[in-house]
Structure formats: structure tokens, C-alpha cells
């Protein structure tokens, strides 16, 4: 899936790389409803399919697979293969997240699986930097992004692309406890200390720490959320 050029989309936050770097879903797309179906289906297929083959070796760059992340199991794609370990760099294609997994733990993905469109796109924060003018997130900041978007319906507004990836810039605006409407603070960022622990901008490429909620869990939240949003828009 994408999202429109320059008009506000509703959407959620699956999974955060850092303030600047992060995964948005859109639960109100006709296909997201099919994703929990999805998820119990591959669960069930590959907890119990010892004959499914695992990846081929060497392995190729941009192979769709099936991942085990917490008992659960995710389609994602390859990024990246260390031949030295035989370990596969993995973007996760639903929720969104990077991680480095062994070759030896990923299945081929059937063709059945393959029709759902992906749900997680890769976004850029628009107008936002670290406040001392470098990539590197503070921990506190990191900890602020994730109070402000993770389990709240927002809007996003795609308002460029990135040059070197063409990976989406957006604006995101969420309702504050008042119920009006809070952008993102533009022109700065939230690391006011640059001492402070540092989540790197262009280290997606080594061992990642992946914030992946669990499916029933996240779309327990979505659920509540979508419905909070319909009722305030009522009230409006």
C-alpha cells in the first residue's frame, strides 16, 4: 500500500526505528480487516509445517519469506545476506521494523499468502530534526515519539519524497487530551541532550531492536481506537 500525495490519511504507528523513521498502517483500507485473518492463518501453517523449506543458500535480496517473531510468524522481505554467519536482514512487510535472523529459521512463503497487499509503509517524520542538528535520537526523545503516536488513530500528510530512497516525508497530526488536533513540532526535535543514549539514523543495517506488537494484542488497540475516533467525529 501507499499512501495519497498530499492529503491527511488516517493511520497507525506499527513499529519505530527511531523519531525520524518509523511504519505507518492504514486500518481503515478495505484490505487491513484481512491482515488479523492473515496473521492466525500463518501461525497456524507454519507452527506445524516442519516439511516447509527454508530459504536457499546463498541467499537473494528481495525474496518474500515468512518470519518467526514471538511465537508468531510475519511476511517479510530479505535486505541484506551475511555470508559469514548465513544470517538474513529482514524488513517486515505488515508491521513494519528491521531485524538480522538465521537463514536456517525462515520459510519459503506460499503463493496463497502473497495477495494481501502490504500494510506497512516506511515514513520519514517531514520538518523534524534532532535538536543539535544530527541523525542521532536521544533515548528521551525516542521515549517522547513513542508517547505521542503508538496506540492513537492520527493523520498523515505525505508532503515529499526522499531523494536518495524515495521513501515517503510525512506530517503527522494527532488529537491531544483536549481532543484538537497537535502537529508534530516542526523545525526541531525532541534530543535536547546529545550525551544521551543514541538511536542511530543509518544503523538500520546492523543488529536492530524491533518494537513489533504481538497481532491480537495491536489489533485490539486499533480496534478501540478506530471506534474512539468515529464517536469524537460524531460529536463534532
Not at 499512501?3 to 513499529?15: F, N, T
Not at 527454508?54 to 525474496?63: E, F, I, R, S
Not at 521494523?97 to 509503509?121: K, N, V
Not at 546492523?206 to 494484542?217: C, D, E, Q, R, T
Request: charged residues 20%.
Amino acid at each position: 500500500l501507499t499512501l495519497p500525495d498530499a492529503i491527511p490519511c488516517e493511520v497507525v504507528c506499527s513499529s519505530v526505528i527511531d523519531p525520524g523513521h518509523f511504519f505507518l498502517q492504514q486500518p481503515t483500507h478495505p484490505s487491513f480487516s484481512s491482515l488479523s485473518h492473515l496473521d492466525m492463518y500463518m501461525i497456524r501453517l507454519y507452527s506445524q509445517g516442519t516439511d516447509i523449506p527454508d530459504l536457499p543458500k546463498p541467499c537473494q535480496t528481495g525474496l518474500l519469506c515468512a518470519a518467526p517473531v514471538l511465537g508468531a510468524w510475519f511476511r517479510a522481505v530479505t535486505v541484506s545476506y551475511y555470508a559469514e554467519t548465513d544470517e538474513v536482514m529482514l524488513r517486515f512487510v505488515d508491521y513494519g521494523g528491521y531485524t538480522r535472523l538465521p537463514r536456517s529459521e525462515l520459510r519459503q512463503i506460499r503463493t496463497d499468502l502473497m495477495s494481501l497487499p502490504f500494510q506497512a509503509i516506511e515514513c520519514y517524520l517531514a520538518h523534524v530534526q534532532p535538536i543539535d542538528g544530527t541523525w542521532q535520537w536521544g533515548e528521551a526523545a525516542f521515549a517522547h515519539f513513542q508517547k505521542l503516536c503508538m496506540g492513537k488513530v492520527m493523520n498523515a500528510t505525505v508532503v515529499g519524497f526522499n531523494v536518495s530512497d524515495k521513501v515517503p516525508m510525512v506530517e503527522l497530526t494527532v488529537l491531544d487530551e483536549e481532543n484538537k488536533d497537535r502537529q508534530f513540532s516542526q523545525g526541531r526535535g525532541w534530543n535536547e541532550d546529545k550525551n544521551d543514549l543514541s538511536f542511530d539514523f543509518y544503523s538500520r543495517w546492523g543488529p536492530i531492536i524491533v518494537w513489533l506488537n504481538s497481532a491480537a494484542k495491536y489489533l485490539n488497540f486499533v480496534a478501540k481506537n478506530l471506534e474512539d475516533s468515529k464517536m469524537l467525529h460524531s460529536a463534532g
